[in-house]
């Protein structure tokens, strides 16, 4: 314990604190892993790097031992260095000064000859009862070990959310795509995870599809699974939520988004994504696909384009494609009839472990005994082992005994399941358990769960105070919520510092099935769409300035939700509020790269036999020409545009309008046969009209055109002067996007010319912006012009570094822009002629980077501190 003439030294944070002791140089992999799996739960990783040194600081060190609540030890081969006068290393020092009733996760590197004196520390370690350990083979292992083991221990000690963390709700794609870790405990699943990872491991089969009917636990078993099969799969596991995706369309744009890749209509998303796929060892956790099925054949089309990456697939139906293998989820073991009520008995059970350790969460008091024995497994024998069932009866367990659970279920669980006889025999059991759930409730309890039906994922409670205007439970919403979640019928999160809630696909498809007996399905939905409707009002104005950088992450974790909204208006034939809801959000579906799901709603809407307003034809043909203006440029296109131009001018929609019409002569620059000088009137008379109507983030993106027509005509110069305005309006009204696209357009032509100086403080400059954003295409396109400076300067090793780390980017998300790659390429080349092993060595440790490292290495000192909490997310 510190004296109390000792000072305190604090670590920077007020959440659960893992205190990492390892070596330091030889372990920096090792360490970067559990760094991110401690920071994947949204705990604190006490990591000061000065363990193990000479002279360790050891009050430092002992403070923050004292201030951490868990302790991980990870060895290799090394003991540590023994500073003079010690007689011990700091790595073991550490490890003795972790209080005793503290938990210690300690795991050995295999295939390792250690020191001596470490395989002594390991021997004590292994007599020590608050000590776990176990081996690992790489840091991605190492990095999945941790994060299991720290969510039993939050289960286990800390007892705190029993929801699980869904990370992403910034535009951060790296962020929406990783494997959520669950909070409680998993039970019974061991058979069923090394099955299905040795399915994987194999790789006889593209695709593993886990089919079982609601509740039966297939999200969790393909969650556990891919953690566990993280070490077959070095270059990432990406996790694809389906359940809110209904649109076969959209299954596309929605694994894209989940890899990183922004559909931006520039190229084909399905070529981005075999680009980002090629070569690469990838495992896709697809959840819920029955939403899409009929989009199954588009798997098909991408493991022929990507033999290296593998699916993993959670459906209620099999999917019935080449290259599926069926892996049928089976319940958890419930006690046979007629079993002895023992206690030895239920201890045997799986379906009664689930039980008691759910019940102890919500009664801590809770414990199996004899007596209470038979109960928890009549309850579970009931249940037929389903886990959602057995969870929500264990949340009784704080009212109720065993036994009064198990009279109840005896009482409700006959009549409800005669109730849905046209359902196989499972699901009958599942739903009959959610109305029994439910009909413990009080009356404005139930309404408020059903209501919450129209929710898309996650939600905020000021969502739901909006939509509980004018209902039954308005008056009763944080309590009514309360109860929810005490019943787990509601789940609790945080993101970045957030509370969300959100519900089961399962719990919302019950809630939304009440609805529309209730005949308020309608009703519900248009209210959910008015809400987000005036959120996108509120928050759309600000993308174009100084509140974008705050607008965005905003609008991300309302993402499923604003897409429900738009499914919602066009549902109920509210046409042309669907078009404005699109339109307004015109900014964030660019910088973010999903114009893919709105072509689909805006070719439904076109679709319709049904009037809608000029600018509501407008806005949908906008977006639906829009890819078309990359991939497919022609005069029909140039010709589209210009009457979109027309359609919105005559609606009164002059900034439209104008945005329009800056489109179209963007187009003519596409055109395989440009008219230059007609493309060059238009674009300079687009932004006059957008300077006429105030919108300085398209007259902005417009200058950006014009330099490269300038350039194209070779007149670097005239370039320079329009990229140079549009980098000025961009920083004077705070659009850091717009920043960085005409910083990196400006910074190419600067290298060009041999400004290097210059050019490097421009891309500096955009790389800082495009880390803020999460825009990770704007961070390759900033290491690439940081690479042509080293290059410029004869750094070949930082020169090979920053292009190889940009190249690794570039290749995941899928994009190859010849145009930007040219210019740091021919510089690249030179200084590689000149310097090939230094080029070389550079190249191999910039594949090795993070996104963070690299950016890191890449920003100057000052620079690099500022953006360290952006990067703390990547």
């Not at 974790?557 to 078009?579: E, K, P």
Request: proline content about 5%; overall charge negative.
């Amino acid at each position: 314990m510190i004296g109390v003439t000792e000072p305190v030294i604090r670590t920077p944070d007020q959440r659960i604190r893992v205190f990492v002791s390892s070596t330091l140089r030889e372990l920096a992999e090792e360490r970067r892993a559990a760094r991110a799996a401690i920071e994947g739960l949204r705990l604190a990783p006490v990591m000061f790097e000065l363990g193990a040194r000479p002279h360790p600081p050891r009050a430092l060190y002992r403070s923050y031992l004292a201030q951490s609540d868990v302790f991980v030890g990870i060895y290799g081969a090394s003991y540590g260095w023994v500073a003079p006068g010690e007689d011990i290393s700091g790595l073991e020092d550490e490890y003795r000064l972790a209080p005793p009733d503290m938990p210690k996760l300690i795991y050995l590197k295999s295939d390792v000859v250690r020191e001596p004196r470490l395989e002594e520390l390991i021997d004590r370690i292994r007599s020590d009862d608050t000590a776990a350990y176990l081996s690992f083979d790489t840091p991605e292992a190492l990095g999945a070990r941790i994060a299991n083991d720290l969510a039993t221990i939050l289960a286990e000690r800390f007892d705190q959310s029993r929801a699980r963390e869904a990370d992403t709700p910034t535009p951060s794609a790296s962020l929406v795509a990783r494997v959520p870790v669950p909070y409680t405990r998993t039970i019974g699943r061991e058979g069923d995870i090394a099955a299905v990872r040795r399915l994987l491991e194999r790789g006889e089969d593209r695709v593993v599809s886990l089919i079982g009917p609601g509740g039966i636990g297939k999200s969790r078993l393909a969650i556990e699974t891919a953690l566990a099969a993280a070490d077959l799969f070095p270059d990432g596991t990406y996790f694809v939520a389906l359940e809110n995706v209904l649109e076969p369309g959209l299954l596309l744009p929605t694994i894209a988004y989940a890899l990183g890749i922004r559909d931006n209509g520039e190229a084909a998303l399905e070529e981005r994504l075999s680009l980002a796929l090629a070569g690469r060892r990838v495992l896709l956790v697809l959840d819920n696909f029955e939403q899409v099925v009929e989009a199954a054949p588009v798997l098909v089309r991408l493991f022929t384009v990507a033999p290296l990456a593998s699916f993993l697939v959670t459906s209620r139906i099999v999917l019935r494609i080449r290259g599926e293998r069926v892996y049928e989820v089976p319940a958890l073991v419930a006690p046979a009839d007629g079993a002895p009520a023992t206690l030895d008995r239920a201890a045997q059970s799986s379906a009664c472990a689930l039980f008691v350790d759910r019940a102890t969460a919500a009664s801590p008091g809770f414990a199996l005994t004899a007596e209470n024995a038979g109960a928890v497994m009549d309850i579970c024998r009931r249940l037929e082992g389903l886990p959602l069932a057995i969870e929500l009866a264990a949340a009784k367990a704080r009212m109720l005994t065993p036994q009064s659970i198990a009279e109840r279920l005896g009482r409700s669980l006959p009549l409800l399941t005669a109730a849905v006889r046209d359902l196989p025999e499972r699901h009958r059991t599942m739903r009959a358990t959610l109305e029994w759930s439910v009909s413990l409730l009080t009356p404005p309890q139930r309404a408020m769960l059903e209501d919450l039906g129209v929710f898309a994922e996650r939600f905020t409670v000021d969502a739901v105070e909006a939509l509980g205007e004018g209902r039954t439970w308005e008056g009763e919403i944080l309590d009514g919520l309360a109860a929810l979640v005490d019943a787990s019928l509601v789940k609790q999160a945080h993101i970045d510092g957030r509370g969300v809630l959100s519900l089961l696909a399962i719990v919302r498809e019950y809630a939304m099935g009440r609805l529309k007996e209730r005949g308020e399905a309608d009703r519900m939905r248009a209210a959910h769409a008015d809400y987000y409707h005036r959120l996108v009002e509120r928050l759309a104005p600000e993308l174009r300035g100084t509140g974008q950088a705050a607008a965005l992450p905003e609008l991300g974790l309302q993402l499923a939700n604003l897409r429900a909204a738009i499914r919602h208006l066009v549902y109920t034939g509210r046409l042309d509020d669907a078009a404005d809801f699109a339109w307004r959000m015109l900014i964030y579906w660019w910088i973010m790269g999903l114009f893919g799901g709105v072509r689909v709603w805006m070719l439904e809407l076109l679709g319709r036999d049904e009037p809608i307003a000029q600018r509501s034809r407008a806005a949908a043909w906008f977006f639906a020409l829009w890819g078309e203006l990359w991939q497919r440029p022609a005069q029909e296109v140039v010709a589209g545009l210009g009457e979109v131009a027309r359609l919105f001018a005559e609606s009164g929609d002059e900034d439209a309008s104008a945005m329009a019409f800056a489109a179209r002569a963007t187009a003519r620059v596409q055109l395989p046969d440009p008219d230059i000088d007609l493309a060059e009137r238009e674009l300079r008379d687009a932004v006059d009209r957008l300077e006429r109507v105030g919108n300085s983030w398209a007259e902005a993106i417009t200058r950006v055109s014009l330099g490269r027509v300038a350039w194209l005509r070779g007149s670097i110069d005239d370039a320079l002067a329009h990229l140079e305005r549009a980098s000025e309006i961009a920083q004077t009204h705070g659009d850091r996007f717009t920043l960085s696209i005409a910083g990196n357009q400006r910074g190419r032509l600067l290298i060009v010319r041999g400004a290097i100086d210059e050019a490097e403080e421009v891309f500096v400059t955009t790389l800082a912006q495009s880390v803020r954003l999460h825009h990770e295409e704007g961070v390759a396109y900033g290491l690439e012009g940081l690479c042509a400076v080293a290059a410029a300067r004869d750094d070949a090793e930082r020169a090979g570094e920053l292009s190889a780390a940009a190249a690794a980017i570039r290749h995941r998300v899928g994009v190859f822009d010849v145009e930007a790659f040219t210019v740091h390429a021919l510089s690249l080349d030179e200084v590689r002629a000149r310097h090939p092993d230094r080029v070389a060595r550079g190249e191999e440790h910039g594949r090795t980077l993070t996104i963070a490292e690299a950016v890191s290495r890449a920003l100057p000192a000052d620079q690099a501190a500022e953006a360290e909490n952006a990067l703390a997310h990547w």
